[in-house]
């Protein structure tokens, strides 16, 4: 088996018993050689000892050359059973006599050596001299054997190997108990990552021992368990809410297509598939452009282009082609799509059939205009009949009829304003508004406009300075129209005996005009809305001003013909600025 793959318990089991005997190895050994050394130090001090012995009471019978008293000492040393063999040597270095005396004089060196012992193989053997007061009588040579010490080793290793194995048992005793107590929050933590593995139950937790590093893991683990626990949780609820907002695509009366950022289509709603007649196994893995028609592909370029920059796209009423080639009036809401990291992977667009709604306002527009011309006509011969009795009574200086007639005109022309923004919207819609441009000088213009604002406005001051020497390429009458209906406008929702002002700032090569009031001001959300189509302010205070919310809307897309825009800085009681730019020649 693997070592990897035996159980933790046997592990730590098995690392015990492996260090516990390593660790009496070593000391056993330690000692063995220890005991080994002081031995053969023993046995050295012994055998030199008995070698000094031998050899003072050998001097006599050298000096006297008697080899009967000299085999007589060496035979005492039969004492010693492990005295294996024993010489002497005369002056000369002559063997003189043996021990054993029938021993081969073969056994024993020829000639004497330097006193001292040393250990040759399993014996230990030494010279020791023979002195009589300070002269050398000869040399004595003894050899002992070491099976003393053999058998102590042995003696040792028995006892060695018997403790060994008893120290052995007890730390496998002892082992079994202390795995248990670090196996035991280990196998713990194990079986609460199988029930969490086997049953999906992330509320489960470890219970945690001590607070050792096990204590820590536990702790890690459980606030691991924690983290997967809620992410479980937001996965679920990502999921009922994928289901749901699946659910909406699926039933929704609105287009839904899915576009990778190069514009191929990835997700195909039913009403998508009922809008352009296509089936989804058609048109997915298809370019967008198949729905596009070659005239606003560019404008498709740019939008795929802005998407990967993170831009969207709101109600951009456009047209779109069917499977049949049928063109289609949508209004199209396109949005990057965004993963988790917030990297940009796709696009979303939703498309709405605004065919009727474009039939809707045609009728209108063409009843507007219709009506338009009807009233114009009259309005014109009335205005011409006022100017007329204006005339005279200017002449008869009659004070009543004048001043009646000179209301009356001055009405007569708020409803020739009115008619004519009616016929100016329904050209805008039609996209019949053509503007012919001309170098004209600015201050004139709106001075005109100014002095026509203040003679019909008698209860309010309006101030009008800069813009001398300022020349603009542009539609005069257009420009002209922007600031009756801004004027008009400030009038309308300003107290009684306010001031207006009119000025002209000219920087970088624009001229910046202003329009500023001391009215009631315009709230945060109303200024969102306030140039589209027909809206009017949402406040008391103007119920009864009146007006249809379109004058707003003409300045807004004049001003776009003349690649501007109008722009409003407002808070509420406090009045209103709208300024515009434009390009200085």
Not at 339 to 361: P, T
Not at 560 to 585: A, C, N, P, Q
Request: aromatic content about 8%; glycine content about 4%.
């Amino acid at each position: 088996m693997n070592y990897n793959d035996i159980p933790i318990r046997r592990k730590l089991m098995g690392a015990i018993l492996f260090i516990s005997s390593i660790v009496l190895l070593i000391m056993c050994s330690v000692y063995m050689i220890f005991e080994y050394s002081s031995y053969k130090n023993t046995l050295k001090s012994n055998v030199s000892t008995l070698a000094v012995i031998a050899a003072a009471n050998s001097s006599a019978a050298l000096a006297f050359q008697s080899r009967t008293d000299a085999t007589e000492t060496l035979n005492t040393l039969k004492a010693n059973k492990h005295i294996v063999a024993a010489c002497l040597y005369d002056s000369d270095g002559n063997l003189f006599a043996t021990y054993p005396s029938n021993i081969s004089p073969k056994f024993f060196p020829a000639k004497p050596q330097k006193a001292g012992y040393t250990f040759e193989e399993s014996y230990l053997v030494g010279f020791e001299p023979v002195f009589q007061r300070s002269y050398q009588l000869g040399t004595l040579f003894i050899k002992s054997d070491m099976t003393e010490i053999s058998s102590q080793i042995i003696n040792f290793a028995w006892i060695a190997f018997i403790l060994i194995a008893v120290l052995l048992f007890v730390a496998y005793i002892l082992s079994i108990r202390v795995q248990r107590i670090i196996s035991k929050p280990i196998l713990s933590l194990k079986k609460t990552a199988t029930m969490v593995s086997e049953n999906n139950d992330y509320a489960l937790r470890a219970v945690k021992a001590s607070n050792d590093e096990l204590g820590t893991l536990t702790d890690s683990f459980n606030q691991m368990l924690d983290q997967i626990e809620i992410q479980n949780l937001e996965i679920k609820a990502a999921a009922i809410e994928s289901s749901k907002l699946a659910a909406i695509v699926e039933s929704s009366n609105d287009a839904i297509v899915g576009m990778t950022l190069d514009g191929i289509i990835n997700s195909w709603n039913d009403a998508a598939e009922r809008m352009f007649h296509y089936k989804a196994n058609e048109i997915i893995g298809q370019s967008i452009m198949i729905l596009v028609p070659a005239e606003v592909q560019n404008q498709e370029i740019e939008i795929l282009s802005g998407l990967k920059k993170g831009e969207s796209v709101s109600q951009w009423e456009t047209q779109r082609i069917t499977k049949e080639k049928k063109l289609l009036d949508v209004s199209l809401t396109i949005s990057p799509v965004k993963n988790a990291h917030g990297d940009i992977i796709g696009s979303s667009k939703i498309a709405r059939d605004i065919s009727e709604k474009k039939l809707e306002e045609q009728r209108k527009n063409d009843f507007i205009a219709m009506v338009s011309h009807e009233l114009k006509t009259p309005l014109t011969s009335i205005r011409s009949y006022i100017q007329v009795l204006l005339a005279k009574a200017k002449t008869e200086q009659d004070e009543f009829k004048l001043n009646a007639l000179t209301r009356a005109d001055a009405q007569s022309k708020k409803m020739t304003t009115m008619i004519n923004d009616f016929l100016n919207l329904t050209r805008l819609e039609e996209g019949k508004i053509q503007l012919t441009k001309e170098l004209f000088d600015l201050h004139p213009v709106i001075q005109e406009v100014t002095a026509d604002a203040q003679f019909l406005a008698i209860s309010h001051t309006i101030l009008f300075k800069g813009c001398d020497g300022v020349k603009v390429y542009a539609d005069k009458d257009k420009i002209g129209q922007v600031m009756i209906n801004l004027l008009s406008n400030a009038v309308k929702y300003s107290p009684t005996n306010s001031t207006i002002l009119v000025d002209c700032n000219v920087s970088a090569g624009k001229i910046k005009v202003c329009i500023r009031d001391q009215g009631i001001g315009i709230s945060r959300e109303d200024q969102k809305k306030l140039f589209n189509r027909f809206y009017r302010v949402r406040n008391e205070k103007v119920k009864t001003v009146s007006g249809f919310g379109i004058g707003l809307y003409l300045v807004s897309e004049i001003l776009r013909y003349h690649d501007s825009k109008i722009e409003v800085e407002s808070e509420e009681g406090k009045g209103s600025t709208f300024w515009f730019m434009l390009d200085v020649k």
